[in-house]
């Protein structure tokens, strides 16, 4: 069997979908993108692909190894994000192969079923207690919220008053029975940080997320060192040696990659292992389409360490198409108590609606991330 051809689908919402055809007629899927660089990330697939094509689909390791360390510069967001979808495309060619989930060739399940937590707020929170609620009643057992604005580095304690407001009218209409977890998603730097962790302890949450940039990752000593609750990062970091130093560092409880940015179903798979030596749990990233979804699920099947996984259905982002628009069998990813069953068809365990892919690629999408600014004109973290 031989690879011969690739092909992309820039799709809205905001996501980038691969197709890897086979001389066997054996296809696969996969989502490689970095939000607000569809068209880069597509043109770094093509290059990539060049590569690959009259080469055997099986030898998913071999290639992986080739398309990293071929290039004189490696890492990074564009170039791991084309090899995860490129990656978790092969994988979905080998399962369909031997007519078994991916879970399977990684060693077989250990679950059956994972946890789930759904986002509400959008990215300046408002209404959460109404959302939460919501998602309670939904069955939904945890949420995510973005915790913050745009914070200077030194801050007016008022808005740290809001966000406490904000998680309050949570604990209010659903009490105990809804673990929240907290996205700084690196708004906020090292010094309201510590302040804001302290001040939300009272609440109990699951985790707070990316309390500083992953460049500041030295900083979760001192935060850490300031707090009870688990501190979660990792949806910035690329490679098992991104993850290196934090993981020996010791102050994170958390790991959060995604499998269409850091490297894909091999590369997070070594990740996840990596966090299981030093008892720390993952909590993979997935704000994204439902191949990366169901490239996580296969991962999770065969990780001790998962505890919960992020899914987009109702996210904000998803304007005008949502999760489930580009699957045949949307039950696949049906939610029950706040968990979902590990896909169990072949390779990823999903069946794409390749003429509902076309049809939107012809719509296609240029999403951008917000830009936003202090009062003084000056650039703040989204």
């Known amino acids: 069997m031989k690879i011969v051809n690739l092909e992309c689908f820039v799709v809205p919402p905001r996501w980038l979908f691969l197709k890897i055809e086979t001389d066997e007629g054996i296809v696969g899927w996969g989502e490689p993108i970095v939000e607000g660089k569809a068209h880069t990330v597509k043109a770094a697939v093509e290059e990539l692909g060049d590569y690959l094509i009259g080469k055997d689909p099986m030898r998913i390791e071999d290639h992986w190894q080739m398309l990293y360390r071929s290039g004189f510069y490696r890492g990074g967001p564009i170039l791991m994000s084309a090899i995860a979808g490129i990656d978790q495309a ?24 994972v946890r789930v937590y759904s986002w509400i707020g959008g990215d300046r929170p408002v209404d959460v207690g109404i959302a939460a609620k919501e998602k309670l009643d939904a069955g939904f057992t945890a949420i995510k919220m973005n915790g913050t604005e745009e914070l200077q580095y030194i801050d007016s304690h008022k808005k740290i008053d809001d966000v406490l407001e904000r998680v309050s009218a949570i604990r209010e209409v659903a009490g105990n029975d809804l673990d929240i977890g907290i996205d700084f998603h690196g708004r906020v730097h090292k010094p309201m940080a510590k302040i804001l962790a302290k001040e939300l302890e009272q609440f109990r949450p699951m985790f707070i997320e990316e309390p500083v ?14 707090t009870t609750i688990p501190i979660a990062t990792g949806e910035r970091m690329f490679s098992r040696w991104d993850f290196k130093q934090l993981l020996s560092d010791g102050y994170v409880d958390i790991i959060q990659p995604d499998l269409s940015h850091a490297g894909g179903i091999t590369e997070c798979r070594k990740i996840f292992a990596m966090a299981e030596a030093y008892d720390v749990a993952v909590a993979p990233h997935c704000p994204l389409g439902p191949i990366a979804l169901a490239a996580c699920l296969q991962v999770d099947a065969v990780s001790h360490n998962v505890f919960i ?22 039950t696949v990813f049906d939610y029950q108590d706040g968990f979902v069953k590990i896909p169990d068809g072949p390779g990823l365990g999903i069946a794409v609606n390749e003429d509902y892919v076309r049809k939107q690629a012809e719509v296609g999408h240029k999403w951008k991330n917000p830009v936003w600014r202090h009062k003084d004109g000056t650039i703040a973290e989204w």
């Not at 092969?90 to 079923?113: H, M, Q, S």
């Not at 987009?312 to 580009?326: F, K």
């Open 309 to 330: 996984q992020e899914q987009s259905l109702g996210i904000h982002y998803n304007r005008g198409n949502d999760l489930l628009d580009y699957i045949q069998d949307p």
């Open 90 to 113: 092969l994988w979905d060619i080998k399962g369909k192969y031997f007519n078994a989930p991916v879970y399977e060739l990684l060693g077989g399940a250990c679950r059956d079923t």
């Open 213 to 226: 940039l992953p460049e500041n990752n030295e900083a979760l000593r001192e935060i850490a060192h300031g």
